[in-house]
């Protein structure tokens, strides 16, 4: 079993639909839950990032962390077209020096 | 500020060449690290390091080496270069851990290298 599950899509919704995207993850000591976005030709970028179990909201995405269920996930709300990007999940362990990242989920939001 | 660049963009070697990738960050982090991201396989870690003269190997090291002679820059060496390594490398950087609020990794362009 990988330590990061993510199912790569493409994933392709009507714009204005609300998106959710997700991962599941096998080491219970991952701390901080991070979403990052990568355009295409583009190096990733951090979207959203939560410490430990819950919710967080900034605008449109909310990442949601359950810790019990080893699983998180991101949702974005009135989806844009220039919302089409992959979306990679990544996860660490508090003070470790590496992030594991999720193989990325490809969304395409169609106008 | 430039954040992480990366040098060169593109490059098409033959099998058996050798190049070096450059990556330089201006914010002064700590940890510095070379990504390859293929088709399927997502972003897998070449090989970091978590300060000035240190590198450590990460899941893919075999066929790279890797220099950190100066805090800002990170060269990622490919000594006799096969088709294999045709990829897209990324440069990240960080600062290090438990030092920031969270575990941000800035990532640099990419550098796109074929190997024919």
């Known amino acids: 079993q990988k330590e990061v599950e993510q199912d790569p899509g493409p994933l392709s919704v009507p714009e204005g639909a609300i998106v959710s995207l997700n991962c599941t993850y096998s080491?219970?000591?991952?701390?901080?839950f991070m979403w990052y976005r990568q355009y295409s030709r583009k190096g990733p970028e951090l979207l959203m990032y939560t410490y430990s179990s819950g919710n967080k909201e900034d605008g449109r995405f909310t990442a949601q962390v359950d810790k019990s269920s080893k699983y998180i996930s991101l949702f974005i709300r009135d989806s844009q077209p220039s919302d089409s990007a992959t979306y990679l999940c990544a996860m660490s362990e508090w003070r470790d020096d590496k992030i594991i990242f999720g193989k990325g989920t490809r969304l395409h939001i169609l106008p | 500020n430039a954040g992480v660049t990366q040098t060169p963009k593109f490059r098409v070697l033959k099998t058996g060449q050798s190049m070096t990738l450059l990556c330089a960050q201006d914010?002064?982090?700590?940890?510095m690290y070379w990504y390859r991201q293929d088709p399927g396989m997502g972003l897998r870690l070449i090989h970091y390091s978590v300060g000035e003269g240190t590198t450590a190997k990460g899941e893919v090291p075999d066929g790279y080496n890797v220099s950190r002679l100066k805090k800002q820059n990170f060269l990622l060496g490919l000594e006799s270069a096969a088709p294999s390594q045709t990829s897209v490398y990324f440069c990240?950087?960080?600062?290090?851990?438990?030092?920031?609020?969270?575990?941000?990794?800035?990532f640099g362009p990419g550098t796109r290298l074929t190997v024919l």
């Open positions: 914010m002064n982090h700590e940890y």
């Open positions: 080491n219970s000591a991952f701390q901080y």
């Open positions: 990240a950087s960080r600062s290090a851990a438990g030092t920031s609020t969270n575990n941000e990794q800035f």
